[in-house]
Structure formats: structure tokens, C-alpha cells
């Protein structure tokens, strides 16, 4: 298991140091990346696929307001009562 260790600068004055222990496979990983040349440590390639992380999360959540705005969406409620009638489980008895 490999261990590295992060920086973030974000915020100059403030320097927050982080240890990740990574799994042989995700190590290799890293290194494919930075043989590459297009990564110049690891702390760019994590940095670089956590930001295609979030931008994943921003997609879906547009996604998500688009369907809603479209009508595709459908509240739970709505759902259950639908199944509940489609199979009978609203009929008195």
C-alpha cells in the first residue's frame, strides 16, 4: 500500500496535510497518470479526478432540476399511490 501525502493551498496561511493510503491498483493509477507528463505530482491527479468528481455531482444535479422542471419526476407519495392502485391495494374490503 502506498502513502501519500497531500497540501492543500488553497488558503496560504493555512496549510492542511493529509495521508492516503492507497491500494496497490489506485497506485498504479497515480503513477500511469504521471507518466504521462500530463501530472506533475500525485497531489495533481487526485486533485484533478476529485474535481471531476464534484463536476459529476454538478452535472447529475442538473440533471435532476431539468427532469423535475420537465415533469419527469414524480414525488414518492404520488408513486406509491399509483402502485397502490394499479395492484388493488386501495380497494376496500
Known sequence: MSRIVLTARSVPWYAVHMAI??????????????????????EEVLRAALHQFDEMDLVSLRQSADDEQAGRLVSLETAASSIRQKHGFDKPQ
Open 21 to 42: 493510503n492507497l491500494p496497490p491498483d489506485l497506485e498504479k493509477s497515480v503513477r500511469r497518470h504521471l507518466s504521462s507528463g500530463q501530472y506533475q505530482s500525485a
